[in-house]
């Protein structure tokens, strides 16, 4: 077999065993500082391009202006999410696009992918399959929740506080605001012991603890675009979280690792993909982690071919899990190259996530290094 074919098959490795190879973090930090107040409304930098998805000539002013105008700010308390109060969260929804309908014009897209069944990941997930966790919000319709993905810091390796989800699972884009009491709890229910419309300790619901988000960051197309549509190819966000317990222990050696982001993967090496989630919509309850392992290279799905378009599997989650992680393995070791933005309720089922390509590596390049 040619080495270069040896090299694909390894880095597009996918399954329940993915989180198998997961390195652990070993070294300390200390909590991050408090979130930024609210300023001015958003305006994109006079720098910005005249095409959303092309920032390639914002410097580091134009990333700074941003993120100060985006006006972050999470009213989150400690204790505010008890086990009662997760067990209530209703899951946020998946905004939806049919693959079976007429395409309007532009769009690009590969038939229907076949139906990959969600699978529970067996309990106790352990520190690895811990990485990912529950993201839970407060919307203008109530307590919701996503999922989301511990990933790795370069900036402090083995200290990482950040977590990797979907943009609407943080904001709710053009004409909306930031999303309240947002709250990441990893390795939600490891060991299997809560149950619906019952007393459960908060340790059952959260072994890990609470993380509260401190900082966050959305792609700017996001912020300015609507419908569901293009905007879905930059359907990304990261998380600064601090946790609640106030002990120093950073996220990643809370949870024992993260995950690394694949930040412009070559889409040949991609021939396969794990989704790891939360859904919460019938027939599924938001108490299990699932799994979808599909085995065949992802579907393409554009709506604007100036953007990296959308990765498309078969997977039968439901809405909850919005911003799972979508993971490959990489030199032995599982990587993030996507998370969930779009899907279906028909019996197929599907998800999209977006390319992570160069204007996600940008922002979040000057989100670890600058945003504190």
């Known amino acids: 077999m040619p080495r270069t074919t040896s090299r694909r098959r390894r880095a597009a490795t996918a399954g329940a065993a993915l989180f198998a190879a997961l390195a652990l973090g070993t070294a300390g930090c200390g909590p991050d500082g408090p979130a930024r107040p609210a300023t001015a409304p958003l305006a994109l930098p006079r720098s910005a391009p005249t095409s959303l998805g092309d920032l390639t000539g914002w410097k580091v002013e ?20 008890p086990a009662s109060r997760m067990d209530a969260a209703k899951p946020r929804p998946t905004p939806e696009y049919s693959l079976t309908a007429p395409a309007a014009a532009g769009v690009e897209r590969d038939a229907p992918p076949a139906a990959v069944q969600a699978k529970p990941l067996p309990h106790p997930y352990g520190q690895a399959g811990s990485v990912v966790g529950r993201l839970f919000m407060t919307t203008s319709q109530g307590d919701a929740a996503c999922s989301a993905t511990v990933v790795s810091d370069p900036v402090n390796p083995g200290r990482s506080n950040l977590v990797y989800t979907a943009a609407h699972c943080l904001h709710d884009g053009k004409g909306g605001g930031w999303l309240k009491n947002l709250v990441f709890v990893p390795g939600f229910n490891r060991d299997g012991q809560m149950v619906h419309g019952k007393p459960n300790p908060d340790q059952q619901a959260a072994p890990y603890g609470r993380w509260t988000a401190v900082r966050a960051l959305v792609s700017p197309t996001w912020l300015q675009e609507g419908g569901v549509g293009a905007r879905h190819q930059y359907d990304y966000g990261v998380l600064r979280v601090r946790g609640e317990d106030s002990s120093g222990r950073s996220l990643e050696e809370t949870v024992g690792g993260s995950v690394p982001i694949w930040f412009n993967a070559p889409r040949d090496r991609i021939t396969a993909a794990a989704a790891y989630g939360y859904p919460a919509e019938r027939p599924f309850d938001g108490l299990e982690l699932e799994h979808c392992d599909s085995p065949a290279a992802p579907g393409l799905l554009s709506f604007d071919r100036t953007r990296p378009p959308m990765y498309l599997i078969g997977c039968t989650m439901t809405a909850g899990s919005s911003g799972d992680g979508w993971f490959v393995t990489r030199d032995g070791k599982p990587n993030l190259v996507s998370v969930g933005a779009l899907g279906n309720r028909n019996p197929a089922g599907y998800q999209a996530g977006p390319s992570l390509q160069d204007q996600a590596k940008q922002a979040f390049d000057y989100f670890v290094k600058n945003v504190r």
């Open 62 to 81: 134009d990333w700074a202006r941003y993120v100060a105008d985006s006006a972050f700010a999470n009213d989150a308390a400690p204790g505010s999410w």
